[in-house]
């Protein structure tokens, strides 16, 4: 279940999905059989996300950092660049598994229209799902920090439930944004643990906060 990129990927894109187009359920099938439908998936076996993008591929096709770390937004986004250079073919067990056959192009670019296109509303996020989503309570390598505000993360939800269990009074909404910051920075200030930059969330808060 992989995604490898070849050389010369060309991009294509559309401002609204035509007839015979993938469809946001087709992505949504495709997920569930990748990840289990799980963004944050990182198995350490050289795929990760939603999709199981390796970092070539992710990389090839202009994204920065990690898959599993990326919004789901943009994951969707990528996807659907793949799928609209080489069809269902880079995702060839999952693609026939779940019965794939649209071969429309998908609608690329970002925004809300195109966000709305490719993901299927979810459930909010509850702790239960959160912890589900994680697995357990161990730190899996993702350093929270202001670039993940506007996400809503399992990992930032944990964390976030874990201090309001120590009495911080913070929202509890899986985006780690100024209000969340602040109190990493505090508690890192408090107790002496940092994780490089006040305000982020690595290991070593992590296991002092979660885990503790």
Same mark, same amino acid.
């Given at each position: 279940m992989t995604a490898i990129v070849g050389s010369g990927l060309a991009v294509s894109t559309v401002a609204a999905a035509p007839a015979g187009a993938a469809t946001a359920d087709d992505f949504a099938k495709l997920r569930q059989c990748e990840s289990g439908g799980n963004y944050a998936t990182n198995t350490g076996n050289?795929? &990760?996300g939603g999709y199981q993008f390796d970092?070539?591929?992710w990389h090839g096709l202009g994204y920065s950092g990690r898959p599993y770390q990326a919004s789901p937004a943009t994951q969707d986004e990528a996807a659907a660049k793949?799928? +609209?250079a080489r069809g269902w073919q880079p995702w060839p067990s999952c &693609?026939?598994?779940m019965g794939l056959t649209n071969n429309g192009p998908a609608a690329v670019g &970002?925004?809300?229209v195109?966000?709305?296109a490719l993901a299927p509303a979810e459930p909010p996020m509850t702790l239960d799902r959160a912890r589900q989503e994680m697995g357990d309570n161990s730190y899996k390598g993702t350093v929270l920090n202001a670039g993940?505000? +506007?996400d809503v993360r399992p990992d930032a939800f944990v964390w976030q439930a874990a201090m309001r269990n120590k009495s911080f009074l913070l929202t509890v909404d899986g985006k780690f944004g100024p209000q969340s910051q602040g109190? *990493? *920075?505090l508690y890192g200030y408090l107790t002496r643990v940092s994780d490089g930059q006040p305000g982020a969330v690595g290991q070593n808060l992590w296991n002092v906060t979660v885990r503790s």
């Open positions: 050289g795929f &990760s970092d070539q591929t793949l799928y +609209n &693609s026939r598994k &970002s925004g809300d195109i966000e709305q993940y505000g +506007n109190i *990493a *920075a």
